[in-house]
T-cell receptor
Framework: RKEVEQDPGPFNVPEGATVAFNCTYS??????FFWYRQDCRKEPKLLMS???SGNEDGRFTAQLNRASQYISLLIRDSKLSDSATYLC?????????FGQGTTLQVKP | DAEITQSPRHKITETGRQVTLACHQT?????MFWYRQDLGHGLRLIHY???????NKGEVSDGYSVSRSNTEDLPLTLESAASSQTSVYFC??????????????FGPGTRLTVL
């Protein structure tokens, strides 16, 4: 079983749609969590950290449920520029553990 | 501006050759990491370093080595390249201080093909 699991998608949504990505992690000792964004053939970039209380950054909302070992990312009012792969990441003993990524395609 | 660079950006080599991929960061970060990214596997950690003269093996370290002689550089060496090492390689760095978020900043990647 992978330590961080995501549905690879692709998710194909129209502009303006709301889309949610889910992620599960297997090691309860994981300390912190992040969502990274990766555009095609480019390097991953931090999108946002994920806190137990939930956090929001503009159209993006991230949630963490430690009891269920579950992380989510909600994107509201999708833009064409949101098309990318979203990587769910756990921090464990100082090292980042990456999920496989979920691909989002926003269509006009 | 501070940054992290990798060179070369693209490399084609032959099986059995030694290859070194360079990574250089100007943030003065203590922590540096090497990952490979393959379809179906996401990013996997190869080696990492928490400071000068410190190196550690990651999840997929076989066939790779690193050295850390200064803060800025962590070169990755493939001792004898194999076709299974064809991949995209990313270097990353992060701060190491109390209260830091451990955010890793990635270089642009090196696309390596082993024929």
């Amino acid at each position: 079983r992978k330590e961080v699991e995501q549905d690879p998608g692709p998710f194909n949504v129209p502009e303006g749609a709301t889309v949610a990505f889910n992620c599960t992690y297997s090691n309860s000792a994981s300390q912190s969590f992040f969502w990274y964004r990766q555009d095609c053939r480019k390097e991953p970039k931090l999108l946002m950290s994920v806190y137990s209380s939930g956090n929001e950054d503009g159209r993006f909302t991230a949630q963490l449920n430690r009891a269920s070992q579950y992380i989510s990312l909600l994107i509201r009012d999708s833009k064409l520029s949101d098309s990318a792969t979203y990587l769910c990441v756990a921090l464990l003993t100082g090292k980042l553990i990456f999920g496989q990524g979920t691909t989002l395609q926003v269509k006009p | 501006d501070a940054e992290i660079t990798q060179s070369p950006r693209h490399k084609i080599t032959e099986t059995g050759r030694q290859v070194t991929l360079a990574c250089h960061q100007t943030w003065n970060h203590n922590n540096m990491f090497w990952y490979r990214q393959d379809l179906g596997h996401g990013l996997r950690l190869i080696h990492y370093s928490y400071g000068v003269q410190d190196t550690n093996k990651g999840e997929v370290s076989d066939g790779y080595s690193v050295s850390r002689s200064n803060t800025e550089d962590l070169p990755l060496t493939l001792e004898s390249a194999a076709s299974s090492q064809t991949s995209v390689y990313f270097c990353a760095s992060s701060e190491s201080r109390p209260g830091s978020t451990d955010t890793q900043y990635f270089g642009p990647g090196t696309r390596l093909t082993v024929l």
